[in-house]
């Protein structure tokens, strides 16, 4: 069974600071994905990034990049330059190879101040 | 803007009442899945439909009655809700492929009460 733990319920962060959002997986599996969401209030899921298994670079798109460590079974997501709109919830999931499901973890809620 | 479409946006019903959300999307996409969310937890998957074919259902009671009419629309009709059914139904798509699954692009979501 795979198993996502995200052990921060809440942070904060100054704007323009960068934040380290941690997320650690369990899995047996050798091929899967890793995958950061931003939950608004609006509800709406925002996919935001993707680290496949077998990448050996970390991915970044943008302001995001996932810090990767496979043999530490982590996927941190590193936001740098926050803004006020980047208060939101953040879920890490995970994907088997070969299936659709996602595993979320239970979110870290970030709060971003002035 | 999202580019999935959920509708309504909220909804109170009875538990004796049939009701049913809807979810249209325009991205050529032919996977549609939908998620509960309850306040403060993450999404739980409740149905995948693959190229129109319900593909994934992961135990969901019977109350619960998915359809995918065509690969742009998503409906879930709900009967006989309890009141532990109210949260956040959210409706995402995503490429056909698998390599691509977990790109999901989510609607808004509909808020449902059950009173």
């Known amino acids: 069974a795979q198993k996502i733990t995200q052990t921060q319920p809440g942070m904060f962060v100054q704007e323009k600071e960068a934040v380290t959002l941690d997320c650690t997986y369990d899995?047996?599996?050798?091929?899967?994905?890793l995958f950061w969401y931003k939950q608004p209030s609006s509800g709406e899921m925002i996919f935001l990034i993707y680290?496949?298994?077998?990448?050996?670079q970390n991915a970044t798109e943008g302001r995001y990049s996932l810090n990767f460590q496979k043999a530490r079974k982590s996927a941190n997501l590193v936001i740098s330059a926050s803004q006020l709109g980047d208060s939101a919830m953040y879920f890490c999931?995970?994907?088997?190879?070969?299936?659709?499901?996602?595993?979320f973890g239970s979110g870290t809620r970030l709060q971003v101040q002035p | 803007d999202t580019e999935v479409t959920q509708t309504p946006k909220h909804l109170v019903m009875g538990m004796t009442n049939k009701k049913s959300l809807k979810c249209e999307q325009h991205?050529?996409?032919?996977?549609m899945y939908w998620y509960k969310q309850k306040a403060k937890k993450p999404p739980e998957l409740m149905f995948v439909?693959?190229?129109?074919?319900?593909?994934i259902n992961e135990s969901v009671p019977s109350r619960f009655s998915p359809e995918c009419p065509n690969s742009s629309l998503l409906n879930l009709h709900l009967h006989a809700l309890q009141p532990e059914d109210s949260a956040l139904y959210l409706c995402?798509?995503?490429?056909?492929?698998?390599?691509?699954?977990?790109?999901?692009?989510f609607g808004e979501g509909s808020r449902l009460t059950v009173l």
């Open positions: 995402a798509s995503s490429q056909g492929y698998l390599e691509r699954a977990g790109e999901l692009f």
């Open positions: 899995t047996s599996d050798q091929s899967y994905g």
């Open positions: 680290q496949g298994s077998y990448d050996e």
């Open positions: 999931a995970m994907r088997r190879t070969g299936r659709r499901a996602l595993t």
């Open positions: 991205m050529g996409h032919r996977a």
């Open positions: 439909y693959s190229y129109e074919k319900l593909s």
